[in-house]
């Protein structure tokens, strides 16, 4: 069990579905993430809020839209994706950015299949 | 430019004491971090070096030069559940944490 929770498990969406990502933390965390991670490759991060503000875009392409609604929860609205985003979608949570040595905690994910 | 170098798959005996070695370049640096992921989980913080030296938690103790942009995780008394995949994770001057390409250790019995 982890202290980050993502909703929903598993998403399977076709290519011009609209669908929605979820995370929530309770641990007071002020930095969010969103991370992409591919089979047997290592996370690549995607995007980072700081105290609600989007601080780091990783010229993520525009049919990913994160939103930060407050300090506990974090969305990725997902628009016209291609196959190729197929992959898993992780949150994690921290001290804000610039506590170094603040770990990040991450959520089990979202497996998305884009058909 | 950003690299990151660390051996892809490391296969050790139960009980044995396996180093996982990680070089880096980066855009400034703040420190370095590990994490271990199980397949089909999450990755999960072990340890963080900001300083030169080593850090001991439990089993997993963690090493780092900044001369030398170099430092290594240790694992001793290895166990079955230690079987899983293992990124170095230095963070930058823009306080991005970057993740290595992982190793994959096997633990035998």
């Known amino acids: 069990d982890t202290e980050v929770t993502q909703t929903p498990k598993h998403l399977v969406m076709g290519m011009t579905n609209k669908k929605s990502l979820k995370c929530e933390q309770h641990?007071?965390?002020?930095?969010m993430y969103w991370y992409k991670q591919k089979a047997k490759k290592p996370p690549e991060l995607m995007f980072v809020?700081?105290?609600?503000?989007?601080?780091i875009n990783e010229s993520v392409p525009s049919r990913f839209s994160p939103e930060c609604p407050n300090s506990s929860l974090l969305n990725l609205h997902l628009h016209a994706l291609q196959p190729e985003d197929s992959a898993l979608y992780l949150c994690?949570?921290?001290?804000?950015?610039?506590?170094?040595?603040?770990?990040?905690?991450f959520g089990n994910g979202t497996r998305l299949t884009v058909t | 430019g950003q690299s990151l170098e660390q051996p892809s798959e490391v296969t050790a005996v139960e009980g044995a004491i396996v180093q996982i070695n990680c070089t880096y370049q980066?855009?400034?640096?703040?420190?370095l971090s590990w994490y271990q992921q199980h397949d089909g989980g999450a990755p999960t913080f072990l340890s963080y070096?900001?300083?030169?030296g080593l850090e001991e938690t439990g089993r997993f103790s963690s090493f780092l030069s900044r001369s030398d942009s170099y430092g290594y995780l240790l694992l001793q008394e290895l166990q079955m559940k230690d079987s899983a995949s293992y990124f170095c994770?230095?963070?930058?001057?823009?306080?991005?944490?970057?993740f290595g390409s992982g190793t994959r250790l096997l633990v035998r019995p």
């Open positions: 980066t855009s400034g640096f703040y420190g």
């Open positions: 809020y700081s105290y609600e503000k989007l601080s």
């Open positions: 994770a230095p963070m930058d001057s823009s306080y991005k944490l970057i």
């Open positions: 070096n900001a300083l030169d």
């Open positions: 641990m007071g965390h002020r930095a």
């Open positions: 994690a949570s921290s001290q804000p950015s610039s506590s170094y040595n603040s770990p990040l905690h």
